[in-house]
């Protein structure tokens, strides 16, 4: 592929760039990953790296219905992936119709002018160009008939669908309709070295409007790259979800306390937990790259822990990374397949195999049957997923309970992702257990 004729702050070269970063998505990369080998390959400057972005992430919202769309517009299944992701990333901008990026007659044009540059891609200008006109021609009737299959009406896989049908009767289509929004930035205030209203008071005077929607936790009206934040690289404020934030508090921490976090990178946590009270914690990844981040992090908001390479699913008996010596609070945010946070990572839906979810609530059984070995007798232990699916979520806190005779305490237990104004939050889950 090649950018060099292409200027770089063109539309064609941004959607050039987000067909890269789908195509590697669909070779089973992560969106952010993808999206950092396309910005180094591309040399592309800043402002073209947001474009770029974002229409990769409307795509991965909208991709279902643009092969649908794409299925009935085009004679044979455009050929090489490039071309497909690049005819697929152009009709999801012309199908937002509530919240246009781009000039239609823009998008057209800069999609041809991205397909003529390159060599592999260049023979489908015509075909490029009579597709998208004739979808914009065409546009009502093609999507009425494109949305009425559930793959073209909610943009995920149809086990996906399916899934969330059987498991939430009632809310599936809310909770399918949230991990299609844009999220909100929110932010979680350091309490260390300032207060909510003192913060909100500094943006003010920057201009920037937002509200409290928790103890900690602001929304800002109007998403900004983390740099631009102010007082972010002075350790004022992290970027937190709302329900991540409900962590810290829920661990009744006091100073002094030995505490555990077993799945800790990148440390969002981590930190909060750590500006909460003045604790021992030991921050534990069997993740060493992501383990660096909990590094930068604590750095940032200059805080200390522990941190510790190793597996949370084994060594208890003290002949690993652990000293034998018991926690008085455990938080086990264990790996799953972060189904409740797809409106922030929308390629997570189309990565995920419809086995994972057994594979990893049974890894997460055995970090938590070990973790527990690890808690001192009235201890507290956190089970914490951004999962929506409940073999990982309640299911797997109801079977751990009964394995090891554990207490449960009150919890918010199943938070469903929704995106209205009075509550907007991921979908997390949480469980507290005591040890008796
Ligand atoms: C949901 S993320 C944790 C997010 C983190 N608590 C935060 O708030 O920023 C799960 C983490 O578990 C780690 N992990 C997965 N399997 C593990 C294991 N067996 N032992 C320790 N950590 C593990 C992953 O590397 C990942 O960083």
């Not at 922030?344 to 990893?360: A, S």
């Not at 059984?365 to 699916?389: E, F, H, Y």
């Not at 939050?425 to 507290?432: K, V």
């Amino acid at each position: 592929m090649t950018y060099s004729t292409l200027k770089k702050d063109s539309l064609a070269f941004s959607l050039l760039g987000a067909a890269q970063a789908i195509a590697l998505v669909r070779d089973g990369a992560a969106l952010p990953q993808a999206l950092t080998q396309v910005f180094a390959q591309s040399a592309a400057p800043a402002p073209t790296r947001g474009a770029i972005q974002d229409i990769a992430y409307r795509t991965m919202r909208g991709i279902g219905r643009a092969e649908t769309l794409l299925g009935n517009l085009a004679s044979r299944p455009p050929e090489p992936t490039l071309l497909h992701c690049l005819l697929c990333a152009a009709l999801c901008l012309l199908a937002d119709v509530d919240d246009p990026a781009y000039e239609n007659f823009t998008v057209v044009n800069q999609a041809v002018t991205a397909v003529s540059s390159d060599p592999q891609m260049a023979h489908a200008k015509g075909m490029v160009n009579a597709v998208l006109r004739r979808f914009l021609r065409e546009r009502d009737a093609l999507v009425a008939v494109a949305v009425k299959t559930p793959f073209g009406l909610w943009n995920y896989p149809v086990w996906w669908i399916d899934r969330m049908k059987a498991a939430y009767p009632q809310q599936w289509q809310a909770i399918l309709t949230a991990g299609n929004t844009a999220p909100p930035l929110t932010l979680r205030v350091n309490r260390r070295k300032t207060s909510v209203a003192a913060y909100l008071e500094t943006l003010a005077s920057h201009a920037i409007t937002a509200r409290q929607i928790g103890p900690d936790a602001i929304r800002m009206d109007t998403a900004m790259p983390m740099a631009q934040i102010p007082g972010f690289e002075d350790g004022l404020a992290s970027v937190q979800d709302a329900a991540a934030q409900l962590a810290a508090p829920l661990l009744d921490l006091q100073d002094g306390m030995r505490v555990l976090d077993a799945c800790a990178a990148p440390g969002g946590k981590t930190c909060h937990i750590l500006e909460t009270a003045e604790v021992d914690l030991t921050a534990l990844d069997n993740n060493p790259k992501r383990l660096q981040r909990i590094t930068q992090n604590l750095q940032r908001l200059q805080l200390e822990a522990k941190l510790q390479l190793g597996d949370a699913s084994v060594g208890s008996q003290g002949d690993d990374w652990w000293d034998g010596q018991l926690f008085d609070r455990i938080l086990a945010d264990v790996p799953c397949t972060a189904s409740g946070i797809v409106r922030r990572h929308p390629d997570i839906r189309w990565l995920r195999r419809k086995t994972d979810t057994e594979q990893l609530a049974t890894l997460s059984a055995k970090i938590l049957d070990n973790l527990w070995q690890m808690l001192r007798p009235d201890g507290k232990l956190l089970l914490v997923t951004c999962s929506v699916w409940p073999q990982e979520s309640e299911a797997q806190a109801v079977a751990f309970a009964a394995r090891n005779n554990a207490r449960r305490l009150p919890a918010p237990g199943q938070l469903l992702p929704t995106a209205d104004a009075g509550q907007d939050h991921d979908g997390l889950f949480y469980a507290l257990f005591q040890k008796c």
